[in-house]
Each structure stands twice: as structure tokens, then as C-alpha cells.
């Protein structure tokens, strides 16, 4: 020691006692430094082949360049703590022979060992590409199966290389260096953690943030903070939408509603409309019946039209509302999708959220038109469009049918209208009542030619005798046409002399009498007539004429004589006459 503190005074003005200060504050004596030793150092000196460190020691220690995995000079910074294995010591020049790798793959080793034993996890590189899986870089070179590089397997595997995961260590054996890591495995533990504090969190009711993570034909998941929540197509909109892409976008962030969660099943309802007011609370007030509103027509069906309001409130105008016509009109024949409307509301029903919507309210009832420019008594021209028992249609405008009753088809009685009328002829009727109310046109073709009862009626008084046609027979009596259109009854009592107790056994339909008038009604139309004295007038004619041809040959005593000698009571006088 005195001849190194000579030769430092000899070349170095520091005082001996500076000198020994130095020497104490080396990190190391020559007893500590054996191999395998971990130091620490900072880079004092970099060349092609080695760095140099000092690691407090007289000597600095040297750590081969490859040590820093291909890093050239510029990449190391001087001054940079680095921790390395002290390998040995060089006899000659005393040099202290440095291995970064070795430390690294001690405190690798450390680092998998702690978590391989405390269920804890690593964090890597993932550098190769190999058969069954990948190379990871966590100090030291480690295995990841590719069943267990991600929950699902990768579709493109390339694409993790270069990338920095976390990793939980499945196996480790300190001896051979050897590890096995599983990403799958983290992650996995990572989504039960987040689980169970999102579900923790929890209230039904709540708003919060999400990212949209898929859309499916049903709905779109949502990630609320590492859990995904279900948001299905009927919470999206008050209205109504095709699929839910018409409002999300995937990575999309959004605000919807916790509806329910069941943690147990791992399920989250979200609700996206429920972020705004249901607008079918007020929908009566809005919307009264009667009120005319304009509408966007949605969609079409076999059955009627859907109209939107507005978002959440959609109406449906039944078929049978969509026009006056009283013919079956598919609704795309009126209507067509995104066309303006404007409707009349039928009805309202809040708490089955149904609104009934009229097309054809909106507009004048073609009737009321129609009277507005003809009345009864006006002639209209048109075609039969249908037959029935009970009459014939016509078609007198568009859209507008009326009803010829069979009975105003003609003046005579017709058992079927297709006597006198065929579908598709042009006709020409008069107009006798419209009923806007019941929507309904009474025609009449007959009444072309006038009143035929007028002329009966002027023509003919009580009294006279008529040829008639029987035409029903009823337990009363004979229904008789006296002409073309005009008919009458003939009672019971009226039908002969004799007693009848049904007129079946003395008259059949199409039998031509005489018959007598005995009553006529011409407010009512109505006719009585009868046989029975019909046949006395014709007697009585029949004598006077006999009497009028025997007016020459007879006396008056003569005629008294015939008449006398006929009458009943006459003869028994005479019989008492002759016994006493």
C-alpha cells in the first residue's frame, strides 16, 4: 500500500488519504467477485465486439455485443444501467468477463417461476412461427401452443408475430429451461375479472357507454367494459326497422339502457329506445279519432297498408278502407312504399298499440259527389255488371254500382233477372233514392214507361169486368194478372158460388177467367176482384139478352109465370095447396 500511495504522489496530487477514500468506494473486493455473480453496471463504452461497464471495480467489466440481441452501437445508450453474470475473471490482464444472456435468462427463469407458482402471468413477444404454435420471447424462448394463442383459434396466425401479450404459464421446469404459455388462458381469466366487476356494477335502469362489437340479423352486442351485452332489434326503435345495420355500425360507441342481466347466465339485456320517450303514451292525444293526418306509407300486405305517423307510430289502413269501391283492390294497386298520404283515424287502441287508418275517409264519398249532381228522377246510362236472385247491378260511374230491384226491372212479374237483362249490357234506368248513409244507389228501368197504375187506374172503376190470369194460389185465395205488371186478389169468399176450401181444387196457375173489380186502392197500389160476381153480372147479362130475343113471342103474364114457377117457396105452397 505506502508504494502505491508513493507512486500516487509521484503522479497524482491526490492526498494519500484521497486516494484511500477511492479505493473504499469500489463496489467490490476481489473476495466478492466470483462467477455467477449477478452485477450491475452502467455502459461506459461501446466498440464492434464487446460493451464495457463499469461495475465499480478497479477493472471494467466486458459483455459481448451479441448479449444485446443484434443491438449496434447506436442503439445503446452510454450510461445505461444493464445487469449481467459475472462468467470469469481473465488471469492476465484481470478483465472481468461479463454475460448479459445469462442474466437475463436467470431473471427470466425467476420471472415464469413466480408465475407459474402464484397462478400469476407473464409478459412476451411472440417471435416465430412454428409447427403446433409459436416461439415467445419472455427472457428466454417459450412454447405457445396455437390452440391457446387466442380464445377462438386465429384465422390468420402470421398476423400475432411481433406482438407483445400477457401469458399465463401452463408448465415450467427450472432444470431444462423449459416453459409453455397460454394466451387463452389470460384472457379468459381477464373476461371472468371483468365479469364479475361489470355485474358488480350493475343496475337495472342505468345508462352506459359501449362499443358495438357485432350485428346480427336479431340485434348487435354491445361491450360495456369488457362484457358483451345483447341490444335485440325491437329495443333499437320505436319504429320499425329492417335490421338493425340501419342504426349501427360495428366499433360504433353508443349509450344504451341496462334492461335485465342474469349473471349467473351471463346475459345482458341493453336498450337503445329506451333512451326516449315512447311516443304511444300520448298517441290519443295526438292522434284523435277523426283527425285527418298525413303519413309515410311503410309496407304493403295482402291485407292493408301500413302508414308511419311518425318514428314509433305506425297505423295500418285495412283493405276495406283503402278505397269506396266496393270491389277487392290489392293495396299496391292504390298505394306504394315511401308514397305521402293523407288518412282519416278510425280508431285508437294505446294499450295494444294498434291505430286504424281510412284512405278513402280523406276523401268525399263518390255518392255524395254523385248526388251533388243528380238527383232521384234523373236517367243515367251504364252496364249490368252482375245478376242476382234479387235484382241486377249497374255500373253508373266509376266506382259506383247501383241495385235495379228484380221488381223494378219491368212491370210484369219475372221470376229472375236474367229474363230481361244479361251481364255487360248497355242500359238505361232511372235514379229513385240515393243513401250516402248506407251507401247505397236504387235504380229503376221500368219506371222509364211511366206509372202504369196511373193508367190502370184512370182507365178502369169498381165494377168493371176484366180478363185476369191466375198466377198464385195461396190458403186465401188467387193472386190474378190483370195486365202486364198489374195484379190483384181474388179472397176466398169471392172465388164461386159454393163453398171452397181451397182454391187448389178449382183453379191452376195460368188459368184465364173473367173476374170482376170490387175494390181499387190507388194510394197502395192494390187490386181486389172477384169470380163470384163476375159470374152473376154474366148471368144477369145472359138474361137480358134472352130477354130482349123473346121480347116479340112473350106477354108480361107469361115471364111472371116462368119467373114464379122457378122460385122454391112458389112450389110448396102449392104441394100444402093440394094436401089440404
Not at 479505493?23 to 466478492?32: A, D, G
Not at 278502407?321 to 308514397?339: E, F, N, R
Amino acid at each position: 500500500m505506502s508504494e502505491i500511495k508513493k507512486n500516487a504522489e509521484k503522479n497524482d496530487p491526490l492526498s494519500p488519504e484521497t486516494y484511500e477514500n477511492l479505493l473504499n468506494r469500489y463496489q467490490f473486493t476481489i473476495k466478492e467477485l466470483t462467477p455467477g455473480k449477478l452485477i450491475k453496471g452502467k455502459i461506459v463504452r461501446v466498440t464492434s465486439s464487446h460493451v464495457l461497464v463499469d461495475i465499480g471495480f478497479k477493472s471494467e467489466g466486458i459483455i459481448p455485443i451479441e448479449d444485446f440481441g443484434g443491438d449496434n452501437a447506436q442503439n445503446l445508450r452510454l450510461g445505461a444501467e444493464v445487469e449481467a453474470i459475472l462468467e470469469k475473471i481473465d488471469p492476465r490482464d484481470g478483465s472481468l468477463i461479463l454475460s448479459k444472456r445469462r442474466a437475463d435468462t436467470l431473471r427470466a427463469l425467476d420471472y415464469l417461476e413466480r408465475a407459474f407458482s402464484s397462478h400469476g402471468w407473464v409478459q412476451g413477444k411472440i417471435v416465430e412461427k412454428i409447427k403446433g404454435g409459436f416461439i415467445v420471447d419472455v427472457g428466454i424462448k417459450t412454447f405457445l401452443p396455437e390452440n391457446h394463442a387466442d380464445i377462438k383459434t386465429p384465422k390468420d396466425p402470421d398476423k400475432l408475430i411481433g406482438s407483445t401479450f400477457k401469458f399465463k404459464v401452463v408448465r415450467f421446469d427450472r432444470k431444462s429451461e423449459m416453459a409453455v404459455l397460454s394466451r387463452k388462458l389470460f384472457l379468459l381469466d381477464e373476461k371472468e375479472k371483468k365479469k364479475r366487476r361489470v355485474f358488480s356494477q350493475l343496475v337495472k335502469g342505468q345508462k352506459v357507454k359501449g362499443q358495438v362489437k357485432s350485428i346480427t340479423n336479431f340485434g348487435a352486442f354491445i361491450d360495456i367494459g369488457g362484457v358483451e351485452g345483447l341490444l335485440h332489434i325491437s329495443d333499437m326503435s320505436w319504429g320499425k326497422i329492417n335490421h338493425p345495420s340501419e342504426l349501427f355500425t360495428i366499433g360504433q360507441e353508443v349509450e344504451v339502457v341496462i334492461l335485465d342481466f342474469d349473471e349467473s347466465e351471463e346475459r345482458i339485456s341493453l336498450g337503445y329506445k329506451q333512451l326516449t320517450e315512447d311516443p304511444w303514451l300520448r298517441v290519443s292525444e295526438k292522434y284523435p279519432v277523426g283527425s285527418r293526418v298525413v303519413g309515410k306509407v311503410t309496407s304493403l300486405a295482402d291485407f292493408g297498408a301500413f302508414v308511419e305517423l311518425e318514428k314509433g307510430i305506425e297505423g295500418l289502413i285495412h283493405i276495406s278502407d283503402l278505397t269506396w269501391s266496393k270491389k277487392p283492390v290489392h293495396p299496391k294497386k292504390i298505394l306504394s312504399p315511401g308514397q305521402e298520404v293523407t288518412v282519416v283515424v278510425l280508431d285508437v287502441n294505446q294499450e295494444a298499440r294498434r291505430i286504424s287508418l281510412g284512405l278513402k275517409q280523406a276523401s268525399p264519398h263518390p255518392l255524395e259527389l254523385l248526388k251533388q249532381r243528380l238527383g232521384p228522377g234523373s236517367r243515367v246510362k251504364g252496364k249490368i255488371t252482375s245478376l242476382t236472385d234479387f235484382g241486377a247491378f249497374m255500373q253508373i260511374d266509376k266506382d259506383i254500382e247501383g241495385l235495379i230491384h228484380i221488381s223494378d226491372i219491368c212491370w210484369e212479374k219475372i221470376k229472375h233477372p236474367s229474363e230481361k237483362l244479361k251481364v255487360g249490357q248497355e242500359v238505361e234506368a232511372v235514379i229513385l233514392n240515393i243513401d250516402v248513409e248506407k251507401q247505397k244507389i236504387s235504380l229503376g228501368i221500368k219506371q222509364l214507361e211511366g206509372d202504369i197504375w196511373e193508367d190502370f187506374f184512370a182507365r178502369h172503376k169498381v165494377g168493371d169486368i176484366v180478363q185476369v190470369r191466375v198466377v198464385r194460389i195461396t190458403d186465401f185465395g188467387v193472386f190474378v194478372e190483370i195486365t202486364p205488371g198489374i195484379e190483384g186478389v181474388v179472397f176466398l169468399s169471392e172465388l164461386d158460388e159454393k163453398r171452397v176450401n181451397h182454391p187448389s181444387e178449382l183453379f191452376s196457375g195460368g188459368e184465364v177467367r173473367l173476374a170482376k173489380i170490387t175494390k181499387m186502392n190507388v194510394k197502395e197500389k192494390k187490386i181486389s176482384l172477384s169470380f163470384r160476381q163476375a159470374q152473376i153480372e154474366l148471368q144477369k147479362m145472359e138474361y137480358q139478352k134472352y130477354l130482349q130475343s123473346q121480347n116479340n113471342r112473350l106477354t108480361l103474364g107469361d115471364i111472371m109465370k116462368d119467373q114464379l114457377r122457378n122460385l122454391p117457396f112458389s112450389k110448396e105452397k102449392g104441394k100444402k095447396k093440394e094436401g089440404s
